[in-house]
């Protein structure tokens, strides 16, 4: 009786697991936005998520109120081809940076930006600006120079002694830890607050290194051909055994992303969009983003229940889990 009754269930079981992990992975809904730019970096300035500020090539400035549904473009009159790459918010106070050197600043909102002078003797480019407060600011080159200001930009002080050189990606934790990918891809730099110099690593792989961030507790690699690495737990150099999960059909991943401790998102060129329910051990491939028709660059998540991809041409795409 009970051999029945399993061959009877497990079917209707494995339908309805597989019929959780389509709507799971179906939550992303695409927006396009009236303009051809490609977007470089979007924040919050809200716990709730949804007063936001979207920016990109062209000096493309969105904001939106409703949680990125619906998204305003903001022009900000600025002479010049600028690329706006990184934008971040503490509360009222919202800070922007693009290249060539350019860095805004606001107090009110974003009702209105203040373009404050940078100088001649920066080492690179402004590559990544985050707030940490009233007036207070920590400004990261593409060169790797890392610096803070106190008092709204008017003074900053380096936080450590020499650049570390040309990079591919820049990326920054939660607690102030910084992850550099040489620009050719063969090592890798780690800096943390306290320390006065960068550390290089050498990579633990033939394969190049395309794009490295910050997990809950470890480090995850991206290396070119779809490779995919995760360090061992609070390490930088002890690597677990690499994967090549055949849902990136051999296409590299550009950037990878945590909804929350077991559930990661890796994204790639040509609507590539892969995801993961075990922490990284399985990936499967999203079916319903395949025909979007665009690169998918950078995936945040604010929360486990909103995040977003930063796409080309005007589009972007929105994860709301309800």
């Not at 269930?9 to 697991?17: A, G, K, W």
């Not at 009233?134 to 008017?154: F, P, Q």
């Not at 401790?261 to 399985?282: C, F, N, P, R, V």
């Amino acid at each position: 009786m009970m051999q029945v009754l399993w061959r009877f269930l497990l079917p209707c079981l494995l339908v309805l697991f597989l019929s959780m992990q389509t709507v799971f992975a179906s939550e992303w809904q695409v927006v396009q936005l009236p303009t051809k730019a490609s977007f470089l970096d979007i924040t919050f300035q809200d716990e709730q998520v949804q007063h936001g500020w979207l920016v990109g090539t062209n000096a493309t400035l969105f904001e939106t109120t409703d949680g990125g549904l619906t998204w305003q473009e903001r022009n900000l009159n600025i002479e010049g081809l600028y690329r706006f790459v990184s934008v971040s918010f503490s509360g009222d106070e919202g800070w922007i940076v693009g290249k060539p050197a350019l860095l805004l600043h606001t107090i009110d909102g974003g009702k209105s930006w203040e373009k404050i002078g940078l100088s001649a003797k920066l080492p690179g480019d402004p590559q990544m600006i985050h707030a940490l407060g009233a007036k207070s600011a920590e400004l990261a080159t593409d060169l790797g120079a890392i610096y803070r200001t106190a008092d709204g930009g008017k003074t900053w002080k380096a936080m450590v002694r020499q650049a570390v050189g040309a990079l591919r990606n820049l990326n920054r934790s939660t607690d102030g830890r910084y992850i550099a990918v040489s620009a050719k891809g063969n090592f890798y730099s780690t800096w943390e607050p306290g320390q006065d110099a960068w550390i290089q690593h050498n990579r633990n792989s033939s394969r190049r290194v395309q794009n490295m961030g910050f997990g809950t507790d470890r480090i995850w690699m991206l290396n070119r051909g779809g490779q995919i690495q995760f360090s061992k737990p609070n390490t930088v150099e002890d690597w677990e055994k690499p994967d090549f999960p055949k849902a990136t059909e051999g296409y590299g991943m550009l950037d990878l992303a945590y909804q929350d401790d077991q559930h990661l998102w890796a994204s790639g060129g040509s609507s590539h969009l892969i995801y993961s329910e075990d922490g990284g051990k399985t990936w499967e491939r999203v079916e319903d983003v395949r025909d979007v028709g665009a690169n998918f660059y950078d995936i945040h998540f604010f929360n486990p229940d909103r995040g977003f991809i930063l796409c080309q041409d005007g589009k972007i795409l929105v994860y709301r889990r309800t």
